[in-house]
Structures are given as structure tokens and as C-alpha cells.
């Protein structure tokens, strides 16, 4: 599922006229048929109000990763499409679905954290960070949003 949504994320980025509507916080990983349509369809309306009405000051999407700084032992992550902020669903605590590696590209689970508009990541297991990924699981543990209620896309950074 992570190279699915992987392979979705760059056809969107590559041919014109396509749009991205992420669910993977109302799916079911048993079930390909969300329960929840009504919110699917807000999503996918947001979008085409953007793409195809043109109202370019919308929200449409969840935060998209657009560029990383390595610091020492941390990576910033910088990302597009945050609207009013960062932001975890209330009572979730942490931000959850980060995993980092080195040069060997070995990843490991990190600890996140939201710094303004953009998302600090490391993890004692990796002195010097160098790749970072979001969600890339089949059935990943995120909850990365925007405030305007938005999930984060999950995309690798190899």
C-alpha cells in the first residue's frame, strides 16, 4: 500500500489536471471502501473546487512534504498545504508515523515533533540522520493533519 500511495502521490505531481484526496485516516486496511463517503466526498470536493473552479486560496489538501534541512541529529521537514498549522488530533499526544535512517538506510521509528509550521524528526538510534519517511506502511499509524482537518500525504524521502 505505501508504493501504491507512493505511486498516486507522483502521478498527481506529474500530470496536469489531477488532484489527490488522502483518506488514510478513515479507511479500513481490511475493507478498500471507507465507511465514512460523506467525508470522502468533502475531500474530493475541496479539491475539484481548487483544481477546476479555480479558488486558489482553498485548502485542499493535508500538509505535503516540500523540503528537509539535516540538523546534527535531527531532520526538519518543511511542508506545503499547512493552512492554519500543524497540528495531531486532540488526546493523541505525540505526532506518531516518522521513521528516520542514516547513510545505511536502515530506518528506525522516530519521535516527532511539531516546531510552527514544520515537523522536527529524530531518534536516539540515528546519530546522523540522512532519510526520512512518513506513513510507509501498509496500514500505517499517522496522525499528522492540518488544521483544517486534512491528513498529512505520506511520502518517503530516499
Known sequence: MAELREAQWRTVRKVPNT????????????????RNKQEVGRRLGL?????????????ASGPEFDEMMIEKSSIR???KH????????AGAGKVTGFAIAGADKQFVWADAVIDGTSIVVSSPAVAEPKFV???WASNPVVNLFNKEGLPAI???HR
Not at 479539491?47 to 485548502?59: F, N, P, Q, S, W
Open 77 to 79: 521537514l518543511y511542508f
Open 133 to 135: 519517511r512518513y506513513g
Open 47 to 59: 479539491v475539484a473546487r481548487r483544481l477546476v473552479y479555480g479558488e486558489k486560496d482553498l485548502i
Open 19 to 34: 488532484g489527490l484526496a488522502v483518506t488514510i485516516d478513515i479507511g479500513d486496511a481490511n475493507d478498500i471502501h471507507p
Open 82 to 89: 499547512v493552512g492554519g498549522g500543524l497540528t495531531v488530533p
Open 154 to 156: 505520506s511520502v518517503p
